[in-house]
Each structure stands twice: as C-alpha cells, then as structure tokens.
C-alpha cells in the first residue's frame, strides 16, 4: 500500500531539517520513499510503499517532533477530498463567539471557564452551553452585531482552504456548537456552502437565556458528516474534519482524514493529524495541493 507523508511548517527550514530526521524514521518504520515534491517552501509531500499508517504516523511524529513542523501521514489513494466539514469556534475563527458575548454582559470569566473545561472534554457539551447561555439572559440582540463586528475574525488560510476546496468541487460545511447568528455570517466570510449551528431564544429585544432543542453537540456533528456525505453519494473516506474542542472527535474520527488544529489534548491525540504551528493551508497540502493551486481571493 502506498502513503501519502507531508511536512508543513512556516519555517522552511524547520522542514529542511526534519527531512533526514523523518526519512530515517520511515526507513525504520518499513517504509521506502519513491518521490519527493515540493509543494510550496516549507512543505514537502512525499510518497511511501510499505509499513502501516499507524507505525509510519508514529515514527514520522516522533522524528520531527522537537521542531515547528506539522506532519500527516494517510493512504495515498484518495487524499483529495469532496467534502469538509469544519467547526467555527477556534478554527476557522480565532474566538470563541459565547466568551465574548459573555465580555459584553460582564461574565467572560465565569463563561469561560465552562467553555475551556467542556472543550476538553470534561463537562457533556449540551449541558454546559445550556448553563453558559443563561449567563447571557437579558443581553441586548444589538450586542451579537457588535460582537461579530469587532471580535470575529478568521483564521489564517480559513478561506483559501474553503475556497480551494469548493473550486475543486469539494462541498464545504461549517458545522459548530455555537449559534446560527455567527455561523452564517463566517459562512459568508469564508466561502462555505452551508452551515449548522445552535439557535440562540430571543424575543425581539434581548437574549432569553435559552438555547434551542435539541442542541447541536458531538452527536449532531457527526451526523452533519454522515448527511453530508451520503447526499454526495461519497463515503466518509471521502471526507476531510477539522476541529478542536471535544464535540469534534466522533466527526473528526469517522472522517477520511480528521485533523486537530491548535486543539486540545483529548482531540490531538487522537485526530489522524494536528496542525499545531502552520495555518490552515496546511491542510490543502495534506491533500496534495501545491501552493499555485490555491484559489485567490
């Protein structure tokens, strides 16, 4: 079988380095390398035969892992993807949009906290944005305009990736456990072709403290996948998941590729790859793309 290696870093020479480092440890790990490409400065794809994903992961990690380098290992054999889905919150933006709703109502602290912990798997997901929603009670609907305006921004690479994606006829869906008021307006930023997300319970004026039912969790985001993939009539191999926080994993590890990015321990360790010092290009070469076929714009 035959597999598919990248190294990624914004440090071209971090890659140089690693490159001995990391071939040895496939020669090891019973791989042989049969091509070398340069996708980009600071980005070398490279082609194995032999050995197994998961020793060739391992060894490739653990040779590079003292440098700013991101590394991906998968069968070689349909790396491009038709499908991505992606979490919002701390992926494609660089925010927690309920952290700062919760700065203007004077409970950031208090919000955050949960948020961290239920990131990290440590409190179930619904119950935790119930409690953090009620903290919003009474927040004027004029807040989450300003909120978007001033707080919400994206990612570095967010929308080369989805635009590059979508311009090689790959769908694009932004799926969070957060709130449709942000997800359509990053959609919109960033060039997805649908979203799913939680809705805020107002009425008319301010927030009521409620979110609606049945919330958009871990469960919800792994059948956004499944739905997503099975209304293309591709499999989920066919499928690329980004994400970071806990209500990530189940779609993250059911996808073709599932990739951490800046994630939490409970979900890096257990992504098919991290992307822990690149943007998020990266995975654009993850699936093969060179740098002049990026979509512009």
Known sequence: MRFALTLVSPEPEAVDAARSLVEHAVHQAGGHIHETRYLAPGCIDKLIEGGTVVDLRAAAEAAAADLPVDVCVQPAEGRKKRLLIADMDST???????????????????????????????LAFEGALR??????????????????????????????????????????????????????????LAGFQANRANRLIEDGAVLAGSVGEPILGKEAKLEALQQEAAAQGISLSDALAVGDGANDLMMIKASGLGVAYRAKPVVAAEAHARVDHSDLTALLYFQGYAAEEFAQG
């Open 92 to 122: 494609i933006i660089g925010c927690e949009c309920i952290d700062e709703l919760a700065d203007f109502a004077g409970v950031k602290a208090q919000v955050a906290e949960i948020t961290e912990r239920a990131m990290r798997g440590e």
């Open 131 to 188: 409690e953090r929603v009620g903290m919003l009670k009474g927040l004027s609907l004029d807040v989450l305009q300003r909120c978007f305006d001033e707080r919400v921004r994206l990612n570095p690479g967010a929308r080369t990736l989805v635009t590059t994606m979508t311009a090689h006829g790959a769908r694009a869906v932004l799926v969070s456990g957060g709130f449709e008021f942000f997800t359509s307006r990053v959609a919109a």
